[in-house]
């Protein structure tokens, strides 16, 4: 279990490759987390990470560990679709913004066929108050490299229930660093939840965004 690692992980301050984390108490800041948590429910978005601005969109139920990591055309468009009415519009390929806050929500770009998830924002900067907006496994990868070992895996067991995660895709890039290491061992447990969670309403009756 990966409680073994825990305190080895309390100790590691996470990398921080993706651009600058958030910072707290911004007024516009205030006003879009609150926005967002009064936004209409979408079964297939939702705001996996408050404090790390993180947006997931809904991928599959089930992945092969070699099946492509990206958000696909109807991902990106059920996510702009449901901004919308937040006043957020898209300005660019893969950048939306909320003009009146100067709020800017940004989708990585695809990097390669065999690119790992875990560098999935790295060449995509954010400012202080940016959001990020990633598939399940992209957002599982950054809350295990931004968030202690136990935190994290109850941050994406809270995700994996509502958004399934190619879990064996993230076990194939995990790297022989601490922070990899004690995340590692919960790959097995993450599993089993998964598993329950496709096999029990509302998950199983859940289709794919094509």
């Known amino acids: ?20 984390l958030p910072e707290q108490g911004g007024g516009s800041d205030l006003a ?14 939702c705001v996996a990470d408050e404090a790390l601005r993180l947006i997931s969109v809904f991928d599959d139920l089930r992945y092969d560990r070699a ?29 939306l913004e909320h003009a009146d806050l100067n709020i800017r929500l940004l989708m990585p770009k695809f990097r390669a066929l065999g690119a790992s998830p ?18 399940p496994t992209q957002t599982a990868a950054f ?9 994290a895996v109850s941050a994406i067991e809270t995700l994996i229930a509502q958004q399934p995660v190619n879990l064996l895709r993230l076990a194939d890039y995990l790297e022989a660093t601490a922070q990899h290491q004690a995340f590692a061992d919960a790959i097995g447990h993450l599993r089993w939840i998964q598993r329950q969670a496709i096999e029990s309403e509302p998950l199983n009756r859940r289709r794919a965004l094509r």
């Open 1 to 20: 279990m990966f409680q073994k690692f825990a305190k080895l992980w309390q100790d590691i301050r996470p990398e921080q490759p993706d651009g600058v």
């Open 32 to 45: 879009f987390a609150k926005m967002l948590s009064e936004a209409g429910k979408d079964p297939y978005v």
């Open 67 to 95: 099946d492509m990591d990206l958000l696909s055309r109807p991902m990106r468009q059920r996510v702009i679709t449901w901004l919308a009415p937040l006043g957020v519009r898209q300005v660019s390929g893969n950048v």
């Open 118 to 135: 875990f560098d999935a924002t790295r060449d995509t900067p954010r400012g202080s108050h940016d959001y990020f907006i990633l598939t």
């Open 143 to 151: 809350l295990a490299t931004h968030h202690q070992t136990d935190v």
